[in-house]
């Protein structure tokens, strides 16, 4: 196992790193407060930082022409933004921000560039993350195919819960509008169709999480592979 200081910072991609790779970013990193709606990258714009969160989520968003917009992935404690960085680009044309305010670490872009050119072990585990984050939003791409409303949204209630890491989500009816890609009134549906299981319960602007083993059953396999992956690559 990675040798873990004691000081590193609550994201599980920086905690997997070796001693030595962490050293080449902890000196670069800074402490950032991740602000409801703040932009981490902008559509077709040149992405300057990148951010490691420790607490919240923030919504990967694809979007086309006349305002449509659908959330095709999630980044919180697990993970980090700029996976085009790693990939040798500069930008995205999906635009990134924060769904739930909480606080990360942030890392200049070309520091980051510099990093992964002094150490292939540092690239490989980024590289690895890119495959996991790849992975979930092809599940994600499932999830819409095949599964039902109520499936989809035990999905991503799951997936929130494995982020924000407490039993109440602060989830808005937009938020998870934008999640399931439906209007509000199916939003509503498939919330009361999980309140009626007792699984959940949905007050204003938040979700309690009642029962976690019956919003897995409820969500089927349209949970857990992505969450299988991460294991199997980052540990």
Known sequence: ?????????????????????????????????????L???????????????QVGIASVVALQSKGTRVEVGLI???????????LGND???????????????RISAPKLREAMKASDSLRSLFLRYVQVFMVQTAH????????????????????????????????????????????????TEALHSLQSQNLIHAGRGEIVVRDRKGIERAAGEAYGKPEAEFRRLIG
């Open 1 to 37: 196992m990675p040798a873990v200081s004691p000081s590193r910072p609550g994201n599980r991609l920086l905690a997997a790193l070796s001693a030595a790779d962490f050293g080449l970013l902890q000196p670069h990193l800074q402490p950032v407060s991740l602000k409801l709606r």
């Open 39 to 53: 932009d981490l990258e902008r559509p077709d714009r040149r992405i300057d930082d990148v951010y490691f969160p």
């Open 76 to 86: 919180g404690s697990e993970g980090m933004s700029g996976t085009s960085i790693v």
């Open 91 to 105: 930008r995205s044309p999906h635009e990134t921000y924060i769904q739930v305010a909480g606080e990360g670490q």
């Open 140 to 187: 994600t791409a499932i999830a819409n195919a095949r599964s039902k409303l109520d499936a989809r949204l035990a999905r991503w209630l799951l997936m929130a819960h494995d982020r924000v890491r407490d039993k109440t989500l602060p989830l808005t009816h937009e938020f998870l509008s934008l999640m399931l890609g439906v209007r509000r009134a199916g939003v």
